[in-house]
């Protein structure tokens, strides 16, 4: 049975109930005397995580029942039956009623998402446990959301050893092919031929050739442009970083990770739109022919910036993309990276943020968030910080000094290679989950996919 899909209708499921600590005491009083014994005599709380397996006339289970934890504990966390899931026998189970709509989906996707493992260099089973499709659910849709997440976990997670530009195009030339999808890529020098200067300058060091990958699909309705940070990986090219913050490096491309799994979720659905997806994908690497801090580039819109740190790299490569989004004038563009260690700091490793200037963008994606458990979190384009990315010597200043308000500076950036009259919406996230968590394993993670698939209905209008 694949872990990331749901087990077919099963007469001889067995029955598991999601217990909220609350009614723990209520649920046991439903129990036939043997079983009601026996999950008093276990200490059965319902606390979050836990497991009580309630046995047959032979011993082996017949039923079994997983904690939801209290209140607070479920206001605190996600996918919280999902911590069951390992800690069941293997065959089918079956959910017993008792959650409403919401929490069966929640409950649904979260058992999916904890069949993920990353088994490319070591050995890691699968939880040999089942779920039959809970009714009521879309349960092709789940598995579609859990396909396009478990493609970006392995995308972050497989080191730049084995991802790096090359790698990452064949990755999405597979998911292109998977859906009938059109890709075509333009590589070395041919950047500069056709105009994406800062992604061949910030690539250029690497023997790996940088280049812009460009998929399509779909022929009818609104238009949606997706743009990924493809850097496989970050050494801060002359402005090198120390090691340890070099260590995470492979995830600077959670960005491209990230909007290739939310296209594989778009079109495993059949969303009936156009949709784009543009990758920057570079190495910024350490040679004679890296580009210098201080280094004036033209950009392909023709704004010139001033390099004053070349760890600022991400913003340049998707500088470049952007400029080739707008141009078509979409319906909606949006760009996902891995950008600022100011984002961090600002939100943490949970939160994705987010910059917009459209309010019902913003609105919709609030609502859309708490209903999948996808949290983002609003940060303001906010003009008078405009100030802060024009050096004077050119138009724009890639690091600006100081170190202040870093993460909305660079959206700022940003946001000058789209047309001012273009719907954006820019995403800078961690790419990383840095502690186990239900359904949400220690490693890359996909963060904003979610909610923005879930919105999309209401932002392009369908």
Not at 90 to 96: A, P, S
Not at 240 to 265: I, R
Not at 269 to 295: C, H, Q, W, Y
Request: aromatic share 6%; hydrophobic share 45%; net charge negative.
């Amino acid at each position: 049975m694949p872990a990331l899909a749901f087990a077919p209708a099963d007469a001889d499921a067995r029955p598991l109930h999601a217990v909220p600590a609350e009614t723990v005491e209520d649920w046991v009083e439903t129990l036939d005397p043997a079983h009601r014994a026996f999950a008093k005599a276990s200490g059965f709380r319902g606390k979050s995580g836990q497991v009580v397996l309630l046995p047959g006339a032979d011993g082996e289970p017949v039923a079994a029942a997983a904690g939801l934890g209290t209140a607070r504990q479920r206001r605190r966390g996600r996918f919280l039956l999902a911590a069951a899931r390992a800690k069941l026998p293997e065959g089918v189970w079956r959910l017993e009623p008792g959650l409403d709509a919401a929490e069966l989906t929640e409950a649904g996707l979260g058992w999916l998402l904890a069949g993920y493992r990353y088994a490319r260099y070591a050995k890691a089973s699968p939880p040999k446990a089942d779920l039959a499709a809970p009714a009521g659910i879309d349960a092709a849709r789940l598995e579609a959301i859990a396909a396009g997440e478990a493609l970006t976990r392995d995308l972050i997670n497989t080191p730049a050893s084995d991802m790096g530009p090359d790698e990452l195009e064949k990755a999405a030339r597979a998911l292109a092919k998977d859906h009938g999808a059109h890709l075509t890529a333009i590589r070395g020098d041919a950047l500069v031929d056709e105009n994406f200067p800062m992604i061949h300058t910030v690539g250029r060091a690497s023997p790996r050739e940088p280049r812009l990958i460009d998929m399509t699909w779909g022929e009818t309705g609104p238009a949606l442009t997706l743009v990924g940070k493809g850097v496989c990986f970050d050494t801060g090219g002359l402005n090198l970083k120390p090691g340890a913050s070099m260590g995470l490096m492979k995830k600077d491309m959670g960005g491209a990770a990230t909007v290739l799994g939310l296209a594989g979720m778009i079109m495993a659905t059949k969303m009936p739109i156009r949709l784009r997806v543009l990758i920057p994908a570079v190495e910024n690497a350490v040679s004679g022919n890296a580009f210098r801090p201080g280094d004036i580039l033209t950009s392909r819109k023709g704004l010139t910036v001033e390099v004053n740190n070349t760890d600022a790299e991400g913003r340049l490569v998707l500088a470049d993309a952007l400029s080739l989004a707008s141009d078509e004038a979409p319906d909606l563009i949006v760009s996902m990276a891995t950008l600022t260690g100011a984002a961090r700091v600002a939100v943490g490793a949970d939160l994705a943020p987010y910059f917009t200037d459209d309010d019902a963008l913003a609105a919709a994606l609030a609502t859309a968030a708490a209903d999948v458990r996808d949290p983002v979190w609003r940060l303001p384009f906010w003009d008078p910080y405009d100030a802060l990315i024009e050096p004077g010597i050119a138009d724009l200043d890639n690091a600006p000094a100081g170190g202040l308000a870093g993460a909305i500076t660079a959206a700022l950036f940003l946001r000058r290679f789209v047309g001012e009259t273009d719907r954006y919406c820019h995403f800078d996230i961690y790419g990383w989950n840095p502690a186990a968590a239900p359904g949400r394993p220690k490693g890359g993670v996909g963060m904003g996919a979610r909610a923005l698939f879930e919105a999309l209905p209401e932002l392009l209008g369908l």
